[in-house]
């Protein structure tokens, strides 16, 4: 069995990644760890630039370096799929915004949009 992961070993690994000007933190989570990337983008809400942190990324002790690369890069991905969404509209609304209420988009869910297939008798 390798080594176990530090929070200085992981902060190495991860000063090696280069993506933009982003940064990574990484800080402890009970035995484990947990890995935010950090950037500075415009703020949805107020048109300034501001600092951005993406949601926690769970890394364990036992993690391989192969592994917390990987996961970095799915951190940058879904920093950039959230970035997305607060960018997108239709009509001038973000309709597929990552802040919504789960409970609250709970509602929409029984307004469905299909295609009725050629020939079908409905």
Same mark, same amino acid.
């Given at each position: 069995?390798? @080594?176990?992961? $530090?929070?200085?070993? !992981?902060?190495?690994?991860?000063? %090696? ?5 982003? +940064? ?36 364990? @002790?036992?993690? $391989?370096?192969?592994? !917390?690369?990987?996961?970095?890069? %799915? ?5 950039? +799929? ?41």
């Amino acid at each position: 069995m390798g @080594r176990t992961q $530090t929070i200085d070993s !992981i902060a190495l690994i991860l000063s %090696k990644i280069q993506f933009r000007d982003w +940064e990574f933190s990484v800080g402890p989570s009970g035995e484990s760890y947990l890995m935010q990337v950090c950037f500075t983008a415009i703020d949805s809400k107020t048109s300034v630039p501001a600092k951005q942190s993406g949601r926690k990324w769970y890394i364990s @002790r036992f993690a $391989t370096k192969s592994e !917390i690369v990987q996961t970095a890069l %799915k951190a940058v991905l879904t920093a950039l +799929e959230h970035e997305a969404r607060e960018d997108f509209k239709y009509r001038g609304e973000t309709i597929f915004a990552p802040h919504f209420d789960v409970d609250s988009m709970v509602e929409g869910c029984f307004d469905i949009d299909v295609r009725i297939p050629p020939g079908a008798i409905f």
